[in-house]
């Protein structure tokens, strides 16, 4: 697997400087509502190297290869996994020094709650990403590409408005940083991300051996 991620990464290594550099504006934003959008973005950065892939005509060289399609399916999920992880490290280090420093009145006091926020985006925009790469792995990149901008779009919704909304009320605000809240939508995100692995894993074994 280590092959196949250094694989991709230095395949859209151009790509993920030009990223990496919009993220971290965003992540410097203090307080800022745009890193669920953010992170969501840092997550599917994985996807632009099946692009890649199929214009290389990789798969056809990965099935000479003695690698199963369950490390390469994986290989995938963990590219966006890692991605994400480096962004939101980024953002949480930042966040912690604005509120160390009293950036626009942010206080240490408040940055456990701050935390607890990422903590929730987090397990959303995974859910997203979650429901995304089947799309992926069934329709290919390019035959996917409306189906997949769509379903984007749709999510980012889904995954920010509820939540905004919630935000607005004193009871939807206490109910989203409760701790019982939190944990019950990481579990989810946890589930839902090991259905979506597996279903992966099947739609690309069938378009092997089709």
């Known amino acids: 697997m280590k092959g196949l991620l250094l694989k991709d990464i230095f395949t859209i290594e151009k790509q993920m400087r030009i990223l990496f550099i919009i993220f971290a504006g965003f992540g410097l934003i203090p307080a800022s509502n745009m890193i669920s959008f953010t992170l969501m973005y840092a997550v599917t950065i994985s996807i632009s190297s099946f692009g890649f892939d199929e214009r290389a005509k990789w798969d056809r060289l990965m099935r000479m290869m003695p690698i199963s399609g369950k490390t390469i399916v994986l290989s995938k999920y963990v590219l966006g996994y890692g991605f994400m992880a480096v962004v939101g ?4 280090i930042a966040q912690f020094i604005y509120h160390a420093f009293g950036v626009l009145n942010l206080s240490l006091a408040l940055y456990p709650i701050f935390v607890v926020n990422m903590l929730l985006m987090i397990a ?22 409306l189906l997949f901008g769509i ?15 919630m935000t607005l009320s004193t009871s939807g605000a206490r109910l989203m940083a409760s ?4 944990w019950v939508v990481v579990f989810i995100s946890f589930v839902v991300n ?3 692995i597996k279903l992966s894993q099947k739609f690309y074994s069938q378009n092997t051996n089709s």
């Not at 379903?151 to 909304?165: D, E, H, K, N, Q």
């Not at 701790?179 to 939190?182: I, K, S, T």
């Open 89 to 92: 490290s980024f953002i949480l």
């Open 124 to 145: 959303t925009v995974l859910i997203a990403y979650a429901v995304l790469m089947p799309f992926i792995f069934k329709f290919g990149i390019e035959k996917g590409r």
């Open 179 to 182: 701790p019982l809240f939190v």
């Open 151 to 165: 379903v984007f779009a749709a999510l980012f919704l889904i995954t920010t408005i509820p939540f905004s909304m």
């Open 194 to 196: 090991v259905i979506s």
